[in-house]
């Protein structure tokens, strides 16, 4: 089969490899139809996650058909069309069992926090991703999920992490009616927290950003207010100014360790603004959301090694809640909204991008060129 394999930083290319078997009674293999790329995989495309190994397949964001299934496989059957959440999980353990699939005890000899994630490293468990034409899928009867009749291809692919992400953000800022909300950073994630914001009975949602055209894109997508911190000595000051100096009720952190600069600059976060292994958007976050706010992140964050304003969030009395998204869950209601029109998640999709074409993709993607916002990855048709 053809898949994208990791070379090295800012190394990626199609390459044969050998079809996955079945290794396990519950597993399934899936003929990929759609896959995406995902912020948080320039992590890995900028050698910025440890343990990524050379040869892997990176795609947590996938689609497609099973192929095959094991013996001990009981709710899917070759020929079903599947979404797969970004989570491996076994659907078993103490935390699967009271929905908590993103920290699965089971699925990950390597992490004591998070439990697996296709194509993301062997600090998520080694699982190879969906950028590819074929995938193996664990626990096929836990995650998988059938993709309704009435939905498109590109709205489901988006269903296996981002939009349900947004949508997390904004449920784990217990946001009221009539709240204002700050969204930091308007990718993919946090376009979708914005809207989903508005779900949840917001009065008003704002977002930052530093790329013109993603602003744009909150305006039109999330009608959003929007402002570009470059554009101001210090941001925090205005979202004061724009809330009464009293701050907002909910802010969500949908930047993370921004993808972005070297390894001196990780460690030490010496890069000013929204840049690579900072806390700033959090620090950011932290100084805007109102005394007694809550701040929501749901941006990817490795290890840090720069100080957090701890101690501010603890003295301004703040709520502070994360987690990586257990994505099954977001599932029934964000089915009900995309049925019901209220959300068309693949109105963000700005590149398709055949697999053959995917070290292109990610470098428009890294680069921001040609005003990327999402892309796609369609397998080349056999």
């Not at 009539?178 to 990718?187: I, K, Q, W």
């Not at 995917?358 to 080349?380: M, N, Q, R, W």
Request: charged share 20%; proline share 6%.
């Amino acid at each position: 089969m053809r898949s994208m394999v990791y070379r090295g930083p800012y190394k990626v290319r199609v390459e044969e490899k050998d079809m996955p078997p079945i290794e396990h009674p519950n597993d399934a293999i899936v003929r990929v139809t759609m896959a995406a790329i995902c912020g948080s995989d320039l992590h890995l495309y900028h050698g910025m996650m440890p343990d990524t190994r050379v040869g892997m397949t990176f795609g947590h964001e996938f689609i497609g058909v099973v192929e095959q299934v094991g013996p001990s496989v009981e709710r899917l059957k070759p020929g079903d069309r599947v979404m797969v959440p970004f989570n491996v999980y076994c659907g078993s353990c103490y935390f699967c069992a009271r929905g908590l699939y993103s920290n699965c005890h089971n699925v990950n000899p390597n992490a004591t926090a998070v439990g697996g994630i296709y194509g993301y490293s062997h600090t998520c468990g080694g699982y190879d991703g969906g950028q590819s034409e074929y995938v193996r899928v664990p626990f096929a009867d836990v995650g998988p999920g059938l993709i309704p009749g009435w939905m498109d291809d590109e709205d489901a692919v988006l269903l296996t992490d981002a939009l349900p992400t947004g949508y997390f953000g904004a449920q784990l800022g217990d946001i009221v009616e009539g709240d204002t909300v700050v969204v930091f950073g308007a990718g993919p994630v946090g376009l979708f927290a914005a809207k989903s914001a508005w779900l949840m009975g917001a009065g008003r949602v704002i977002v930052i950003d530093h790329l013109e055209y993603r602003l744009e894109k909150a305006r039109t997508f999330a009608h959003a207010e929007t402002y570009n911190f470059v554009e101001y000595d210090d941001i925090v000051v205005q979202l004061k100014k724009a809330t009464d100096y009293l701050g907002a009720d909910v802010v969500i952190d949908a930047v993370g360790a921004e993808a972005d600069g070297n390894f001196l600059q990780h460690v030490t976060s010496s890069k000013l603004k929204l840049q690579g292994g900072s806390p700033i958007a959090l620090n950011w976050a932290i100084d805007s959301v109102r005394k007694g706010g809550t701040v929501s992140v749901v941006g990817a964050y490795g290890p840090i090694f720069s100080a957090v304003k701890f101690g501010d969030a603890m003295n301004k009395g703040l709520t502070l809640r994360m987690n990586q998204c257990p994505v099954k869950r977001q599932w029934p209601r964000l089915f009900e909204h995309i049925r019901d029109g209220y959300l068309k998640p693949s109105d963000i999709v700005t590149h398709r991008i055949p697999l053959e074409h995917i070290a292109e993709g990610y470098h428009i993607f890294s680069a921001k060129l040609d005003d990327c916002i999402k892309p796609l990855v369609v397998p080349t048709p056999a």
